[in-house]
């Protein structure tokens, strides 16, 4: 029975799943770390960056500017780039050598370059240095990687008034759009600054159309910035006059402090209602109904009540219940209007009512003025 009892017991152990192993500690060879704006293993960086360095068995000839000599390894290159793939593929070997002239930009930031496509790190130092030399050649030979961080560091970093005209042009040449609308952006922010650059003066020379593309656009930002500022001030009056229309109302109807219908009892201590616009209106209403000159012309306060009165029976939806003064008698009066004045009432009304968004609420309806 006892041995019986031990098999059990084994039986039931094996059925039991075997725990996961603990998380291991890796050595400081193994952590990723941030190193020279890249992630990538340290020990791994390393490596790569001694074969660059020491060109171990280097089978491709870089020819720079300066007349200087890169050595690097075409089966590196040619993964990171397909243009020096297909380059290595037309280009037969000269002393068991690949020759690729690369002139134009700095030896330095070609050298920048070419350890990118080994290790894809580089040196802050350096990014800021060649950063524009970078960025032409990420988009000529096709690595986008380099040609996104390129791109970040100018937009977050190196960007500014001073070379805001050379890295737009170059936005434009190496296909950034995102990066040339910052460009334009910060152009038009600062464009007085910008117009005085020195990059200002060689686009000049160089691109006259481009700076004629840009003096349009400046023009016609400053115009849109009118524009924007003239229609801000019409949906001010616009609104304005609505908050008069629902004062008259008020007044008319409830009545404000010492104020309002004939039925109703006033409170001088009463505090202040709602209605902002309660208080111009009622030293308005108060001339109006004393002014000796209430013919239309007559006085200026006493037109502006009228227009204010005609422009309420315009947007009044039953003139019936309506205890606004007159409100019947200028809803008859619009029907014998003459259809130019009453054209301009309409597109009044409609402006008033779409500026404040409403369709019926409180007190007038868009359909009044249909």
Sequence with gaps: MENGHQESAMVVRRDVPVPPPLPARFGTSKVVVRRRGCCAAASTTETWDRLFDDAYRADVSIQTSSDD????????????????????????????????????????????????????????????EHVLSLL??????????????????????????????????????????????????????????????????AMKESHPILEKELLETV???????????????????????????????????????TIGPHDKAFNKHQAPCNYEACKGLESLVRH????????????????????????????????????VPLCKNFKDRTRKQKKKDDIKWRILVRKILRTKSITGAPYFSLAASS
């Design 219 to 257: 023009s016609y930002e400053a115009y849109r910035q009118k524009e924007k500022v003239k229609k801000a001030n019409e949906r001010k009056v616009y609104l304005q006059l609505y908050e008069a229309m629902e004062a008259l109302v008020h007044i008319c109807r409830d009545g404000c402090r």
């Design 69 to 128: 000599v890169i050595y690097a390894h075409s089966s590196i290159l040619g993964l990171a780039s397909p243009v020096f793939r297909s380059m290595f593929k037309r280009q037969s070997r000269s002393k068991r050598l690949f020759i690729v002239p690369i002139r134009g930009v700095p030896t330095e930031a070609v050298r920048v370059f070419i350890r990118f496509l080994y290790s894809s790190c580089y040196e802050e130092n350096q990014m800021e």
């Design 288 to 323: 109006f109904a004393g002014c000796k000159l209430r013919v239309p012309g007559g006085c200026v306060h006493c037109k502006r009540m009228w227009q204010l009165l005609e422009l309420h029976s315009r947007l009044c939806i039953d003139p019936n219940v309506c205890r």
């Design 136 to 201: 032409v050649l990420s988009h000529s030979y096709v690595v986008p990687r380099l040609k996104r961080e390129c791109e970040g560091q100018l937009e977050h970093k190196y960007l500014n008034v001073d070379n805001a005209i050379d890295v737009f042009q170059l936005a434009l040449l190496c296909d950034a759009p995102r990066l040339g609308i910052i460009c334009h952006r910060l152009i038009l922010k600062n464009f007085k600054a910008a117009s005085l650059s020195d990059g200002w003066k």
